[in-house]
C-alpha cells in the first residue's frame, strides 16, 4: 500500500517531489527504516512524527543523501536518489541535528563560505542574519555561540541555499519563543516560495498548524 499525502493546492499539481517505494536502512542487523513507501506532492508542507528511535532523522539523511539506503527506490525532485544524488543535492537543504558550522569562523564567514561555494553573491547575507536575530553577532566567532544561536545561524544557511526541498530535522530545539515564531516563518516563507517542506519533530501542535499533512514512523516503518 502506497501512503500519499492529499493535496488539491495549485503548487500540488507540479508533480512529486518525494516518491518513496519500500525504502530500507540499516544499521549492522537493526533495520532504522523497513519497508518505507510514501509520495509527497510538490510544495507542500509535511510534519513528520515518531518516538526518539523512530527512523525520522534516518529517514531526512537518506533524502539528504548523507547516507545511502540499503533497499527500495527513491526519487526526489524528479531525481534518482543513487544515480543523479549531485542533482539531489543541489536542490536539497537538510536542517540536522548538528549544526556543521565552522567553529572558528565568525556568523557571516559561515554563510560567505556557503554563498562561494553555492555560486551565488554574498549581498544577501547581512540580511539573512538579520533575519534570524543575528543582526548584531554576525562578526562574532561561531564558537561563542549559544545552541539556540547556532540553530539559528543553520536556518540562515538553509534560506541562501534556497532550496526545492527543505527537511527541517527537530527545528524548534534549543529555541526560546520567540525562535519558535522564527521557525514558523521560514516554514510558511518556503512554502510561499514554492519549496516542499518536511519538518521532524516533537511538537505536533504547533507544526500541525503548518502542516498539509503528516505521516508517522514507529520502529523503522510507517504507520
Known sequence: M????????????????????????????????????????????????????????????????????????????????????????????????????YETLTARENLVVVSQHLGVGTDGVGPLLARVGLGERGDDAVSTFSAGMRKRLSFARVLLQTPRLALLDEPYAQLDPEGFDLVDDVIRELKADGTTVLVATHQLERTSRLADNALRLEGGRLL
Not at 3 to 22: D, F, H, Q, S
Not at 43 to 65: D, E, I, Y
Open 2 to 101: 502506497i501512503w500519499e499525502v492529499p493535496c488539491y493546492a495549485p503548487a500540488c499539481m507540479t508533480g512529486l517531489a518525494i516518491n518513496a517505494e519500500k525504502l530500507g536502512r540499516r544499521y549492522g542487523r537493526r533495520w532504522a527504516l523497513a519497508d518505507v513507501t510514501f509520495r509527497v506532492p510538490a510544495g507542500t508542507v509535511l510534519m513528520v512524527s515518531g518516538p526518539n528511535g523512530s527512523g525520522k532523522s534516518t529517514l531526512f539523511r537518506v533524502l539528504a543523501t548523507a547516507i545511502r539506503p540499503d533497499l527500495g527506490k527513491v526519487t526526489v525532485l524528479g531525481f534518482d536518489l543513487i544515480r543523479e544524488r549531485e542533482d539531489v543535492r543541489k536542490a536539497v537543504a537538510l536542517l540536522s541535528h548538528h549544526s556543521y558550522l
